[in-house]
């Protein structure tokens, strides 16, 4: 079976085209994707069966090999740099724990930078 990567893919049409390791192009329709990858990203290495459709080279039964590192990952903060941010928001939250102890809730502005902090370290640690 062929092996190449996605040149191009768009999930709201349905299709793309694969670069196959000779260099030919090979259509890429989103019902010939396995179940679980309904969208793949640009540099996906697929393994698939060509078959001649209509308007050239089409992909079939494909199978993911590789995918690309997300962006989110290349860009996200040194490890280092994480432990201490964590170690900051556990102080933040030993605070805000303190106060729910004592039937208080934190005030909205402060809940607000609270929350929006927590979804920033979730999106940094799950990159």
């Known amino acids: 079976?062929?092996?190449g990567k996605v040149k191009w893919f768009d999930a709201d049409r349905g299709f793309g085209f694969l670069a196959t390791d000779d260099g030919r192009?090979?259509?890429l329709h989103a019902s010939a994707l396995p179940a679980d990858h309904k969208?793949?990203?640009?540099?996906?290495r697929m393994e698939?069966?060509?078959?001649?459709?209509?308007?050239?080279a089409q992909a079939l039964?494909?199978?993911?090999?590789?995918?690309?590192?997300?962006?989110?990952?290349a860009a996200r903060k040194p490890a280092?740099?994480?432990?201490?941010?964590?170690?900051d928001l556990i102080k933040?939250?030993?605070?805000?724990?303190?106060g729910l102890?004592?039937?208080?809730?934190?005030?909205?502005?402060?809940?607000?930078?609270?929350?929006?902090?927590?979804?920033?370290v979730a999106d940094d640690l799950d990159a």
Do not use: C, H, W
């Not at 969208?39 to 996906?44: F, I, M």
């Not at 933040?92 to 303190?98: A, I």
């Not at 102890?101 to 920033?120: D, N, W």
């Open 1 to 3: 079976m062929p092996i």
């Open 25 to 27: 192009e090979v259509f």
């Open 39 to 44: 969208e793949v990203k640009p540099g996906t």
């Open 48 to 56: 698939f069966g060509i078959a001649d459709g209509k308007r050239g």
């Open 61 to 73: 039964s494909v199978r993911v090999i590789d995918t690309p590192p997300s962006v989110a990952r």
């Open 80 to 87: 280092d740099d994480m432990a201490a941010i964590t170690e």
């Open 92 to 98: 933040v939250l030993d605070q805000v724990s303190n």
């Open 101 to 120: 102890r004592r039937g208080r809730y934190p005030e909205k502005g402060s809940a607000t930078k609270v929350a929006s902090m927590l979804r920033r």
